[in-house]
């Protein structure tokens, strides 16, 4: 059985798939990740309680609202933790698992941000395509996966030891620098958990593109074979924008679940890497850095950044007892570009647009 039904806001993670104000609802709902599901909330939260939805805005979650959500997993270290469930029925009771509009069955809160908001299950979001009702997913508006990416441009990798290490806010600078220089720069943030924000930001630092794992049909990249979905991006960032070089943030952490790990792994990727950047809090976290860096990945880091860097006791230490350069990016933006811009060849001549 199908009905429409007026939903207040489209959460991010849905964006691609076309849903708008009034939604098509089938009571058969797909319980796999990737498929859309309309839900109501079921309460209000104090902290932990905004989405981000299509338009890119943040809206707080009343009690009553009812939106559209993705189905996915989550294993944030500093976040919530949650599956997607076995089955999923109207009236079943869900959680918000981040500001993406990730839906799902919350296993393990955390203290500062409290139980997940609670969400009932009205039901699945369907799609009209080629004359048939189907149900929305991610996956059905996915770049296509590369398996071996044969060429690409300079690629400058950012990774950090934990979230909130300050990723972003070096991709931003970079980009912002690099195309001063310029450089015609692409963006991509390779893993995480569905949010746009991150890489709005970076386009409104000068990106001519940008491209995030959600493109190619991915909720969260916890427990995915990433790399030939991030190949898949960057051939896609490189035959419709035409850059130079593309900066791609990892997200979350180099150890954890969300693949980082495989990506710095992979011997076609480093290959065309010209530089790492890695954002750490405290110098435990860049002595491990350093550590796997050299052992695992046989790679060279390129500079330092995030707070451990924000004053000069850490910058001293990194450089003269470590060995490797280490740049604030909010103090020194412009040292952090230069050093990058080292190890790039010049920008292309291009013609000047008229």
Known sequence: MMNTIPV???SSTAAKT???SDVSLSDYVVAQEGYCVVVEALESKAVYNQIECADGEFRTIAKGDVFVGVLGERRALKGYSGVVPRVALPGDTLNVLN???IIGN???DHPDLGPALRVKVLGAAMVETDGMWVHARLQDHALHEVDSLTSSVPLIFISGTAMN???TWAACELVQRL???GYRVAAAKATGASLMRDVQLIERHGAVAT???TDSGVVCSTSKAMTPKVKGLIKHLSDTADPDCIVIELGDGIVGYYGVDELLQDKQLQKFCAAHVVAAVDLAGVWAAQHLFKDRYHADITVVTGPVTDNG????YIEQVMGIPAINAREDPNDLGDRVASKLPDPKPREASV
């Open 18 to 20: 076309g849903l708008v």
């Open 313 to 316: 006791v850490g910058i001293q």
């Open 211 to 213: 491209a995030t794992f």
């Open 99 to 101: 500001m993406g509009g």
């Open 106 to 108: 919350c296993v393990s």
């Open 165 to 167: 290490t300050g990723k």
């Open 179 to 181: 195309t001063r220089r």
């Open 8 to 10: 207040t806001y489209v």
